[in-house]
Protein backbone atom coordinates (compact mmCIF):
# COMPACT_ATOMS: atom_id res chain seq x y z
CA UNK A 1 0.00 0.00 0.00
CA UNK A 2 1.48 3.40 -0.86
CA UNK A 3 1.10 6.50 1.60
CA UNK A 4 -1.99 8.32 0.96
CA UNK A 5 -3.97 5.62 0.36
CA UNK A 6 -6.62 5.00 2.59
CA UNK A 7 -7.54 1.13 3.05
CA UNK A 8 -10.96 -0.07 2.70
CA UNK A 9 -12.84 -3.42 3.97
CA UNK A 10 -14.78 -5.49 1.32
CA UNK A 11 -18.06 -6.81 3.15
CA UNK A 12 -19.87 -10.09 2.86
CA UNK A 13 -21.97 -8.17 0.39
CA UNK A 14 -19.79 -7.59 -2.04
CA UNK A 15 -20.20 -3.44 -0.46
CA UNK A 16 -16.69 -1.56 0.17
CA UNK A 17 -16.09 0.65 3.17
CA UNK A 18 -13.34 2.75 3.79
CA UNK A 19 -11.14 1.75 6.53
CA UNK A 20 -12.28 3.44 9.79
CA UNK A 21 -16.04 3.17 9.21
CA UNK A 22 -17.81 0.89 11.03
CA UNK A 23 -21.08 -0.40 9.41
CA UNK A 24 -24.52 0.70 11.29
CA UNK A 25 -27.12 -1.76 11.32
CA UNK A 26 -30.53 -0.58 11.08
CA UNK A 27 -30.78 -1.32 14.81
CA UNK A 28 -28.08 0.85 15.73
CA UNK A 29 -29.64 3.77 13.51
CA UNK A 30 -33.20 3.25 14.86
CA UNK A 31 -31.11 3.33 18.56
CA UNK A 32 -29.67 6.54 17.75
CA UNK A 33 -32.27 8.38 16.57
CA UNK A 34 -35.10 7.60 18.83
CA UNK A 35 -32.44 8.10 21.67
CA UNK A 36 -31.91 11.61 20.15
CA UNK A 37 -34.88 12.51 18.15
CA UNK A 38 -35.33 13.97 14.70
CA UNK A 39 -37.62 16.11 13.56
CA UNK A 40 -39.06 16.77 9.69
CA UNK A 41 -40.27 19.84 8.82
CA UNK A 42 -41.93 21.08 5.48
CA UNK A 43 -44.81 22.82 3.59
CA UNK A 44 -46.60 22.10 0.66
CA UNK A 45 -48.44 24.93 -1.55
CA UNK A 46 -50.87 24.40 -4.37
CA UNK A 47 -51.47 27.48 -6.43
CA UNK A 48 -53.35 28.40 -9.75
CA UNK A 49 -52.51 31.45 -11.57
CA UNK A 50 -50.73 33.20 -8.57
CA UNK A 51 -54.14 31.87 -6.22
CA UNK A 52 -52.75 29.76 -3.41
CA UNK A 53 -55.35 27.10 -3.43
CA UNK A 54 -53.92 24.70 -0.52
CA UNK A 55 -51.47 24.86 2.31
CA UNK A 56 -50.59 21.35 3.75
CA UNK A 57 -48.26 22.36 6.90
CA UNK A 58 -46.13 19.28 8.17
CA UNK A 59 -44.25 18.87 11.20
CA UNK A 60 -43.20 14.76 12.32
CA UNK A 61 -41.24 14.45 15.20
CA UNK A 62 -39.53 11.15 15.74
CA UNK A 63 -38.14 9.98 19.23
CA UNK A 64 -38.87 7.56 22.03
CA UNK A 65 -41.39 8.46 24.66
CA UNK A 66 -38.81 8.87 26.88
CA UNK A 67 -37.00 12.00 24.93
CA UNK A 68 -40.57 13.14 23.75
CA UNK A 69 -41.29 13.58 27.90
CA UNK A 70 -37.70 15.54 28.14
CA UNK A 71 -39.13 17.87 25.41
CA UNK A 72 -42.17 18.50 26.66
CA UNK A 73 -43.99 16.42 24.28
CA UNK A 74 -46.79 14.27 25.69
CA UNK A 75 -50.14 14.60 24.29
CA UNK A 76 -50.88 11.32 24.13
CA UNK A 77 -51.56 11.10 28.08
CA UNK A 78 -54.42 13.13 27.65
CA UNK A 79 -55.97 12.07 24.19
CA UNK A 80 -59.19 10.10 25.43
CA UNK A 81 -58.33 8.06 21.70
CA UNK A 82 -55.19 6.85 23.39
CA UNK A 83 -55.68 6.54 26.96
CA UNK A 84 -57.70 5.71 29.16
CA UNK A 85 -57.13 7.72 31.92
CA UNK A 86 -58.29 10.89 29.58
CA UNK A 87 -61.12 8.97 29.16
CA UNK A 88 -64.69 10.60 30.00
CA UNK A 89 -66.57 7.67 32.80
CA UNK A 90 -68.55 5.62 30.72
CA UNK A 91 -72.47 6.43 31.22
CA UNK A 92 -74.87 2.98 31.67
CA UNK A 93 -76.42 1.71 28.50
CA UNK A 94 -80.27 2.32 28.00
CA UNK A 95 -82.79 2.56 30.79
CA UNK A 96 -85.75 1.18 31.44
CA UNK A 97 -88.29 3.51 29.73
CA UNK A 98 -90.90 3.14 32.80
CA UNK A 99 -87.58 4.50 35.07
CA UNK A 100 -87.81 7.42 32.53
CA UNK A 101 -91.15 8.09 32.76
CA UNK A 102 -91.32 7.92 36.43
CA UNK A 103 -88.34 10.89 36.49
CA UNK A 104 -90.27 13.00 33.99
CA UNK A 105 -93.68 13.39 35.53
CA UNK A 106 -92.82 15.19 38.23
CA UNK A 107 -91.06 18.07 35.76
CA UNK A 108 -94.27 18.12 33.59
CA UNK A 109 -96.16 18.22 36.44
CA UNK A 110 -94.21 21.39 37.83
CA UNK A 111 -94.74 22.86 34.25
CA UNK A 112 -98.48 22.01 33.88
CA UNK A 113 -98.79 24.27 37.86
CA UNK A 114 -96.78 26.96 36.26
CA UNK A 115 -98.43 27.47 33.16
CA UNK A 116 -101.88 27.30 35.04
CA UNK A 117 -100.96 30.06 37.62
CA UNK A 118 -99.39 32.00 34.42
CA UNK A 119 -102.32 31.79 32.87
CA UNK A 120 -104.58 32.03 35.69
CA UNK A 121 -106.53 29.00 34.95
Do not use: Y
Amino acid sequence: MTMGQVPSVVQNSGQVLPAGHDPANLGDILERVLDRGIVIAGDIRVSLLDIELLTLKLRLVIASVDTARQIGIDWWEHDPWLSSRARPPVEPGPRDPEEVEAERRPRIAARSERLEERDGV
